[in-house]
């Protein structure tokens, strides 16, 4: 199975992120991974962790057997939904038999993670002191 992991959308450092929201995501990623692994088939699983200012979203996709969402709730899925439901956070599953699943979940950002992004400076505002000067 080939990994590829983008990650060219997230702004803030993994440091930066609470230990909560750090093993909140890598839980759901290694399960993601593990169910493609074992269950599905996959020869492809893509990884993508990006974040806006209040929020951080990761997703994983695989281009496995995929299942029927209504027939299967294992502990696993239930587990995933768990742990973001804790954050206040999002899932949501993909799947359809033939078609591959795709897990994303999008987890609320503390208010601290949220002034260090916007401390960050800005591509736009870096690309236009360049210009500029």
């Known amino acids: 199975m080939h990994i590829t992991v983008n990650a060219a959308g997230l702004a803030l450092k993994v440091s930066e992120l609470p230990d909560e929201h750090k093993t909140c995501i890598y ?36 281009d496995g057997a995929g299942f029927d969402k209504t027939a299967v709730r294992g502990l696993g899925l239930l587990g995933m939904e768990e742990r ?9 599953i993909d799947s359809e038999p033939g078609r591959g699943t795709t897990v994303a979940a999008e987890l609320p950002l503390p208010e601290i993670a949220q002034r260090e992004i916007e401390a960050l400076p800005r591509e736009t505002d870096a690309a236009h002191s360049r210009i500029a000067g």
């Open 84 to 92: 973001v439901g804790r954050l206040g956070g999002t899932l949501r």
């Open 27 to 62: 839980r759901l990623v290694q399960e993601a991974v593990n169910n493609a692994a074992r269950h599905s088939g996959a020869r492809n699983v893509r990884v993508i962790v990006r974040n806006s200012r209040n929020r951080v979203e990761f997703s994983v996709q695989d």
